[in-house]
């Protein structure tokens, strides 16, 4: 797609190409469905060239190179789609401007364990969101940072600062679950970095005195709230990483007179 814009594309097939199936250069605001890309060589889809802002939604790729390849393009969603089988990078983002792109329930299978089902290879790669994806194995961030967020039913986590490093497992290294967000800053020293996060569906629990909790214990002031901590959906900052989850305080909150029969 050349150099295409503001159109619509329904139930396309782009498969046994010798480079690549799916092809956007310098195309913006597009909407593409239902998509079926096998056994391309090289690229199943591939976004280039300040390509904008295009929604390619349910789609599916079988046995290719890279599933999806974005070099210079921005702004784009991914959404409802199935990378199966890839023997290259199931996802990958190169060189600037590639901000702001956004993948949404896109699964991740059956892919080559030499290469990554998730990579950012240019520092300052910023924006890119993961919401609600099921799993994403082998990942690596660009050692010059990159700012990423990731969301689910559960709630959101924003990194203020870019993340870097690599691993085989990002849905276990970023886990946000009900009324609790860990990092795995252990494992990935890279994810260390300060982070905003929203956990929904917090409301009333029954909290005497509720508290921003690290680890089991009131997280003090290294967390600062942004909202009052019964409201539904909880919104604070942290500035490093472990676990975090909204609590009982463990403080002193009211005195009264004990009696001792003796």
Known sequence: ???????????????????????????????LN??????????????????ANNLINSFSTNYGGKGVFIDSAYLNSFTNGIINSSSGNA???????ANDNVFTNVTLINTNKSFYDFKISTAGID??????MPYIGNYSFDSGGNIVYFN???GELKFLQGINGSGNNLTNDV??????????????????????????GIGNRGFTNPA??????????????????????????????????????????GCGILNKNI
């Open 152 to 154: 689910n039913s559960n």
């Open 91 to 97: 996802v990958e983002i190169s060189t600037n401007p």
């Open 212 to 253: 921003i909790l690290r680890d089991g214990k009131p997280c003090g002031n290294l967390c600062t709230s942004f909202t009052a901590l019964n409201a539904p959906n909880v919104i604070f900052n942290v500035s490093s990483w472990t676990n975090y989850s909204i609590g009982e305080s463990e403080l002193l909150v």
């Open 127 to 132: 924006g890119t969101y993961l919401n609600n």
């Open 175 to 200: 886990r946000i679950l009900n009324n609790s967000v860990s990092v795995n800053s252990f494992g990935n020293p890279g994810l260390n970095r300060s982070a905003d996060i929203t956990l929904y």
């Open 1 to 31: 797609i050349d150099k295409f814009h503001q159109l619509n594309f329904n139930n396309i097939t782009a498969n046994n190409n010798s480079d690549t199936g799916i092809y956007f250069t310098g195309s913006s605001d597009n909407t």
């Open 34 to 51: 239902n998509i079926i890309a096998n056994n391309n060589n090289n690229y199943s889809i591939f976004l280039e060239a300040f390509a």
